[in-house]
């Protein structure tokens, strides 16, 4: 098991620039999440998909963020313009669909390492 | 706000002393989670505990769980350097549906460092 795969792991660029950040989740996970993290705010999620759908998307700060799955082994989140502030950690993670025991899911979400964005 | 709040937000010990750090949340949860990261890295499951448990083990890990005081802490024994990491509560408060993990919506972590 290769674990959740984000890429690229810094990504420095200016002001105006189109970024991409990819992720791929683990195989046979079916949900997908993208998260920020930023000192100020701490985790944020953006976005999760389940079964490559878009679920919830009312994380995403702006028009400025899209993400799409276009298939179950792979994501991506689009930053067009990027602005200073959308500086952060971007994470995504996944998850196997939980299975009802008494009152909750058991569902732990398994993390990738992260981008490290940094907007001048 | 943040619906999970951990206490202390920074805790120093020595090593092979207990870590004790604490999450209170504001609203009713389905379960509730602890994460460790570790600098760099990303978040790493270490337990989770159902709204119908009070209290849970995994080697060093106790977790324990108030639903009425909306509470849970997080006991790590015999502390050991490899434990220095951020320490993170996560609630699931979504409603049950099939879509399992829902809005798992994290604490703004406790920063634990062990001196050798």
């Known amino acids: 098991d290769a674990g959740v795969i984000q890429s690229p792991r810094h990504e420095v660029t200016e002001m105006g620039q189109e970024v991409t950040l990819r992720c791929k989740p683990i195989?046979?996970?079916?949900?997908l999440f993208w998260y920020r993290q930023t000192m100020m705010r701490g985790l944020e999620l953006l976005i999760y998909f389940n079964n490559n759908v878009p679920i919830d998307d009312s994380g995403m700060p702006e028009d400025r963020f899209s993400a799409k799955m276009p298939n179950a082994s792979f994501s991506t989140l689009k930053i067009q313009p990027s602005e200073p502030r959308d500086s952060a950690v971007y994470f995504c993670a996944s998850s196997s669909k939980g299975f009802r025991t008494g009152s909750s899911y058991n569902s732990p979400l398994h993390f990738g390492n992260g981008t490290r964005l940094t907007v001048t | 706000s943040q619906q999970g709040e951990e206490d202390p937000q920074a805790l120093s010990i020595q090593e092979g002393e207990n870590a004790t750090m604490n999450c209170s949340y504001k609203t009713s949860i389905n379960n509730l989670q602890w994460y460790r990261q570790n600098s760099g890295r990303g978040l790493v499951h270490l337990i989770l505990i159902r709204s119908n448990e009070r209290e849970k083990h995994s080697g060093r890990l106790r977790v324990t769980l108030d639903t009425s005081k909306k509470s849970s802490s997080l006991l790590i024994t015999a502390s050991r350097a490899a434990d220095t990491a951020s320490y993170f509560c996560a609630t699931d408060v979504g409603p049950i549906s099939n879509f399992g993990n829902e809005k798992l919506t994290f604490g703004t972590g406790t920063r634990l460092t062990i001196i050798p």
């Open positions: 195989s046979g996970h079916n949900s």
